[in-house]
C-alpha cells in the first residue's frame, strides 16, 4: 500500500492552523499512524487508529480520516512544532511511511 | 517510562552480515511487539521488520530474505540481523517498541544507530 504525502514541503508560520494531508493507494480502514521527527531525532508517535491523540501530545494536534483519505492538524503551531511529519499505514504487509512532509517556518 | 537503546557495529564491510541489539529497559520484551526501522540520511523512513513475543516475525519483502529478528528474554533484548548488506543499507536504525489499537504502532522509539557500509 502506498501513502502519498503532498506536499512535500509545508511553510506556516507561528500561530497558524495547518492541515497536512495523507492518501493511502486502497483502503486501511483506520489503520493508521502519524509520527512527528525533528532533525536528528528518532519520530514521535502522535496519532494511532487514525484520530487518537497519543498520552503526552498536545490537544493542538489533532487527525481525521478513514479509508483512504487521511488529514493530520496542528492548530496554533509554535515553535516546535517545525519538523517533518510521517503517517504510517498499520493495514497490511509490508508496513509503508508515507515520505513525508516537512513543516517550515515562512 | 520504557527505553531502548540500539548497539552494535558502526561500519560493515559489503556483503557481510550487520547485526544490531536493542536493549529495553523499564518493560519487558515479553509484552507488546518489537520492531526496526531504518532511514538512509535525508530520506524517508522503512519498515524492516516485527517480532513479537512468541518469537513469531513479520519481515518486509522488500529485504528478501536478508533479514531475521530475534528475542533473548534472559537479556530483555531483541536483535536484528541483515546478510549480504550492500552501500544500500547504510542508514539510521531504530528500534522501536509496538502496541496493538488499529494495528501495530510504534509508541517508543531507541535514538537510533548510524551504520554505514564501506570497504
Known amino acids: 500500500i502506498q501513502l502519498t504525502q503532498s506536499p512535500s514541503f509545508l511553510s506556516a508560520s507561528v500561530g497558524d492552523r495547518v492541515t497536512i494531508p495523507c492518501r493511502a493507494s486502497?483502503?486501511?480502514?483506520?489503520?493508521l499512524a502519524w509520527y512527528q521527527q525533528k532533525p536528528g531525532k528518532a519520530p514521535k508517535l502522535l496519532i494511532y487508529?487514525?484520530?487518537t491523540l497519543q498520552s503526552g501530545v498536545p490537544s493542538r494536534f489533532s487527525a481525521s480520516g478513514s479509508g483512504t483519505e487521511f488529514t493530520l492538524t496542528i492548530t496554533s503551531l509554535q515553535p516546535e512544532d517545525f519538523a517533518t511529519y510521517y503517517c504510517?499505514?498499520?493495514?497490511?504487509?509490508?508496513?509503508?511511511f508515507g515520505q513525508g512532509t516537512r513543516l517550515e517556518i515562512k | 517510562q520504557v527505553q531502548l537503546q540500539e548497539s552494535g557495529p558502526g561500519l560493515v564491510r559489503p556483503s557481510q552480515t550487520l547485526s544490531l541489539t536493542c536493549s529495553v529497559s523499564g518493560d519487558s520484551i515479553m509484552s507488546g511487539a518489537w520492531s526496526w526501522i531504518r532511514q538512509p540520511a535525508g530520506r524517508g523512513l522503512e519498515w524492516i521488520g516485527r517480532?513479537?513475543?512468541?518469537?513469531?516475525?513479520n519481515y518486509n519483502p522488500s529485504f528478501e530474505s536478508r533479514v531475521s529478528l530475534s528475542l533473548d528474554t534472559s537479556r530483555n533484548q531483541f536483535s536484528l540481523k541483515v546478510n549480504f548488506v550492500t552501500a544500500a543499507d547504510t542508514a539510521v536504525y531504530y528500534c522501536a517498541r509496538e502496541e496493538f489499537d488499529s494495528g501495530w504502532y510504534a509508541d517508543s522509539w531507541g535514538q537510533g544507530t548510524l551504520v554505514s557500509v564501506s570497504s
Open positions: 487508529g487514525a484520530t
Open positions: 486502497q483502503a486501511i480502514s483506520n489503520y
Open positions: 517480532i513479537y513475543t512468541n518469537g513469531l516475525t
Open positions: 504510517q499505514q498499520l493495514y497490511s504487509y509490508p508496513i509503508t
